[in-house]
């Protein structure tokens, strides 16, 4: 504990590193891999080994002018080239630019007699060269643990890899070496045993027919690093790890307001709204109108020229075009401007961890100020309850660091109790504003009321509302369209109750 | 690969080997090493005789120093060293080690069958 203390008060002064450029690893490393030194990183066969490994490479050459050795024991320079090309490495343009040497290293049992001693200084020579003719300073070795299919003398290739590890480390170039995930050790030939800077352990696993990766960073010696499992994600963009659950809580807390999009609903958060950079969920049962106050909160967004990311979990994007429509709201405009995206997947198409990824990648990209996430409730049918609420607080904590306003829909099923996610979720919210049906006599009135909000003064009152052809239409103060004071009484009990307060 | 036979220490055996060299039927070897070290010394002497006892007059030994010409490592898929390459006759063969087991080098030249 006392260590730790130590480093955590000064993590910037600690040995140099040499950054990945990968985003999210350079932050649960503090800046980076040891410079100097070697890593290695292991995982089973498809975890994304020789793609980290080619992304820290290639990085290294186009963001910090470091020149890079790649020595490959498994595919040939075209087979890598073109595995890469995909992701926009353009892997002949560095290698003619003399900032790349790819050099294959081929070793066929069969085709090779032991005859008495020998050592690997073949081996040393052609990385010597290769380090050499550009001047590298970064050198990636996948998979040297081929070599023990190509050798037959084990003792020799030990005390061989031994010998590189730090001779690499001698002529202080930054290596990465892959090794592939042996049956209880990290690597199949205890590779680690001889790589002691820093080790990463890449994982491919399935869960419920859907697939996650994740990334941790075993060891890191003389550093400070994340020691969580953090997903990451591999995609057309290359690899990008989930920044964490981050390090600490030190959001900004803004204090400028922006408009829920409903006057009236303005007016009980103190006529301005809710803060700017906060975390406001909007739950009720099935057909209260979440996705109206949403609409609502969108369309005013937009109106004042921010941008907006909307995650649909339910609906597809001309579903929800239409049915906004339907209530006077018309978002094509702002789609059709660019100022809003819509981004449409099934909860079930990949895990809680892919969809976390692909949320960051789009707010990275899209640079929203505002997001909606409609409803947020569908998660649920993806992973366990534990997943989903540490899934939503590192959203919710990524939103909130990028200062983006998000309102988030949830469905409180039936007229039983507010859902477990719902009351624990909602630690995470700033505002919450509850949705609500009741059947009164012959007529069916919805109404809403404000739970919570931190940090403001806020009307208690449950409203009714009506959604018009016009929107979201709410009761003037005073409980207009008329609402008799029993009526809302009960209201405004039952939802307490629901809610369990 | 480009071969400067110049850098290369190249050792014919006798004039009968040239002549088989010519003709095209001469065993046409080459020992990579990385300096006079230990092992080299002794897979070069071992290969000699090897050559003496059962290739006498169709063969040539190349030595290759990798210390000299590092470029060329990649081109015969060098790795460990010392290593011997049969380049003539096709396909070629590669032999690891200081060649001290004959019965296994002439296993890996193809000629342990008696001539």
């Given at each position: 504990m006392e260590a730790r203390g130590v480093v955590d008060r000064s993590p910037s002064c600690e040995l140099p590193k040499a950054p990945t450029g990968i985003r999210g690893l350079d932050e649960i490393t503090f800046?980076?891999?040891?410079?100097g030194r070697p890593t290695l990183v292991c995982g089973g066969p498809g975890s994304g080994k020789t793609l980290l490994a080619l992304t820290f490479l290639v990085n290294g050459i186009l963001d910090s002018n470091e020149p890079g050795v790649l020595m490959t024991f498994e595919e040939n320079a075209d087979e890598i080239t073109s595995d890469v090309s995909s992701l926009g490495f353009d892997l002949p343009a560095l290698i003619a630019t003399k900032k790349l040497v790819v050099d294959y290293v081929r070793v066929e049992r069969s085709e090779i007699e032991e005859t008495g001693e020998y050592d690997l200084e073949g081996l040393f020579v052609r990385l010597d060269y290769a380090i050499r003719s550009v001047g590298a300073t970064r050198v990636v070795l996948d998979t040297i643990e081929s070599l023990f299919a190509g050798l037959k003398d084990d003792a020799v290739l030990r005390a061989e890899l031994r010998r590189l590890f730090r001779w690499l480390k001698d002529k202080g170039v930054t290596t990465v070496i892959t090794g592939e995930r042996g049956e209880g050790l990290l690597t199949k030939q205890g590779l680690e045993e001889y790589v002691s800077d820093a080790v990463i352990l890449l994982d491919h696993r399935v869960h419920d027919q859907v697939s996650t990766r994740r990334l941790r960073v075993v060891k890191y010696r003389g550093s400070y690093h994340g020691t969580n499992e953090y997903p990451f994600l591999i995609d057309a963009a290359g690899i990008s790890v989930l920044p964490v659950s981050s390090m600490a809580l030190a959001h900004d807390a803004p204090l400028d307001r922006i408009s829920t999009g409903i006057a009236r609903l303005d007016a009980m958060f103190g006529d301005k709204g809710f803060y700017r950079g906060s975390t406001v969920l909007v739950s009720g049962t099935a057909g209260t109108g979440k996705t109206s106050l949403a609409a609502h909160f969108i369309d005013a967004s937009c109106r004042r020229g921010e941008r907006c990311l909307c995650f649909l979990f339910e609906e597809s994007p001309q579903q929800l075009l239409r049915n906004m429509r339907s209530i006077g709201i018309d978002l094509e405009p702002w789609v059709e401007a660019g100022l809003l995206r819509f981004h449409a997947d099934r909860p079930s198409r990949y895990g809680l961890e892919t969809h976390l990824a692909t949320m960051h990648e789009l707010v990275a990209n899209f640079k929203p100020t505002v997001t909606v996430l409609?409803?947020?409730?569908?998660?649920?049918?993806?992973?366990?309850f534990a997943d989903v609420q540490a899934m939503l607080t590192r959203m919710i904590d990524h939103l909130k660091t990028e200062n983006i306003t998000a309102l988030l829909t949830s469905l409180t099923p039936?007229?039983?109790?507010?859902e477990r996610t719902e009351t624990s979720i909602s630690s995470l919210m700033d505002t919450w504003i509850v949705l609500a049906n009741d059947d009164l006599g012959a007529r069916h009135r919805r109404g809403l009321y404000v739970l919570k909000s931190r940090g403001m003064p806020h009307s208690n009152e449950l409203r009714e509302f009506t959604l018009t052809d016009e929107g979201l239409h709410m009761a003037a103060n005073?409980?207009?369209p008329e609402t008799s004071e029993l009526a809302r009484h009960d209201m405004w009990e039952g939802h307490n109750r629901r809610a369990g307060l | 690969m480009t071969c400067g036979k110049d850098t290369i220490a190249v050792q014919v055996s006798d004039d009968r080997s040239a002549a088989a060299l010519s003709q095209g039927k001469a065993y046409r070897l080459r020992l990579y090493v990385a300096g006079q070290t230990p092992k080299s010394i002794l897979a070069l002497s071992n290969l000699k005789q090897i050559c003496e006892d059962h290739l006498q007059g169709r063969y040539e030994i190349e030595i290759v120093d990798l210390l000299e010409n590092?470029?060329?490592?990649?081109g015969d898929q060098?790795?460990?060293?010392?290593t011997l390459v049969r380049r003539l006759p096709e396909p070629i063969k590669k032999i690891i080690g200081d060649l001290s087991n004959t019965e296994r080098v002439l296993v890996g030249l193809d000629l342990q069958v008696c001539r």
């Open positions: 800046g980076g891999l040891p410079k409609d409803p947020v409730t569908n998660l649920m049918t993806v992973g366990t039936g007229q039983t109790e507010l005073g409980g207009q | 590092p470029q060329l490592a990649a060098i790795l460990a060293l010392p």
